[in-house]
């Protein structure tokens, strides 16, 4: 029942300790994965953003583009100093000389009709547009309208070669292992670690064209978001979390692989498991041993007399029929102390118990192993000497006698010499143990009654 108990207990805490590391292994693993797509989004999108944003308030800026009389090397100048401290292609799109002027030197005419970005984006009403341009060698944008009191006066901005996101992008993969993409407002991809999905020659490839895309189900594309979304990409299994680039409009889309997360999670799993198994093991074990020492000492309290520790009766019954059950002959001795009571009534009660210890030692200390002596009652003693003829128990009987007559046996301060009379049977068939205490009861009683301090033998009479 105990057992049972324990079982159960360490099965739930089991389920309950592995579903908790689960857990918080998936969380662990979700977050590892997502800190460093954050990280890249802060690094490579929203640092120029902000280093943009900052210079496009400049007084200086906009003192330059308010002005008729664009003088082109002051901006060229402004351009290239800029980017030689932030590291990043700055451009200019001036809306009253309807020029841009790029950080590298070169400008482009704003012609309507053959420079299209710049005419749409003005009619925007947001006011930071990331965009991907210039087709000859594709350019990361972000564009920034810069207004005095107000006023549209152009765009500032930065560029940069997709070349170099696609050396950042395969760095990130090799390290953390996952894929990303990123789209645009009209779910085209603008940026991607996968270099195929990168725009070419104008023509983007959208989100809904990818092939994990179209194997979602319709409903999970009806809730709006892919976040935890397990999709399968070239046979592999990979859970997407999506994150939102909220100055662009943009939305970034991790694809962890599964494998990776999931051996790391079975690997826990697996060391929970093993873990718990060793503690119930442990657990069983020592209720085991415990239960097991526990009945052992109740058994032997019960088959143990108090007084002596010799085999009480029920011990000696138990050894009896082991005897016969292994087909052995039995020589048996009964013996009782002489005038015990006398010894009581001159030395105490006490004083008799301590001779009865030191009895049961004499004898325990005489016999071969595999005889049993045991108390029988009172001032009496049983002996089983199993493989034994009669003559032998007989002698055995006599010997005991002599060694007990030598004894001196000492309470305290008193020393005395006590004797006892000794009564032997012998069955070398299946007899009944009262039938053969019976015999030796009778031989006893004959020793007694012919002047104590002897051995007497009586055998059954053949059937
Ligand atoms: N100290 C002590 N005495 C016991 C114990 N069990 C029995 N006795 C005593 O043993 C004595 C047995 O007395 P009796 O049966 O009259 O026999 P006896 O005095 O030994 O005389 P015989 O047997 O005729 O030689 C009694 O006084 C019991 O009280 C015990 O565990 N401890």
Redesign the pocket.
Known sequence: MILFAVVVVSIVTLVHFTASKIVAEQSRAQQQSISPAISLIVDQLLKPLHVSQTLAEAKELKDLMKNPEVDEKTVFEMLRRLELEFDMEFFIASDLTRMQYNSNGTKLALVEGKVDWYFRYKEWQQDAIADIGQWEDPNFYIDLKVYDDKKFVGFFGISKSLDSFVDIFAQYKALHGYDFIFVDQDDNIALSSDPELIVNKTVFTTLQSLEWYEGLSSERIAKGSLNNALVSINGKDALIAEVKVDPFGWTMYLLTPLQARQTEISRSFIVSVVTLLVIIFALFFLIYHLLYHFKKDMQKNFQTDP?TRLPNRNKVELRYAEMLDKKQSVGLILI??????????TH?????????RQIAKLLQNQLRDGDVVGRW????FVLLLPDTTADQAFEVAQKLRENLAKMTASTGSISLQVTA?FGVSHTDTERALTDLLGYADDALYQA?RDG?NMVKMQLAKAA
């Open positions: 007084l009782d102390i002489d005038h015990f009571k006398t010894v009581n009534d105490g009660h006490n004083a008799g118990d301590q001779v009865l009652g009172g001032e009496e009379s007694k104590r």
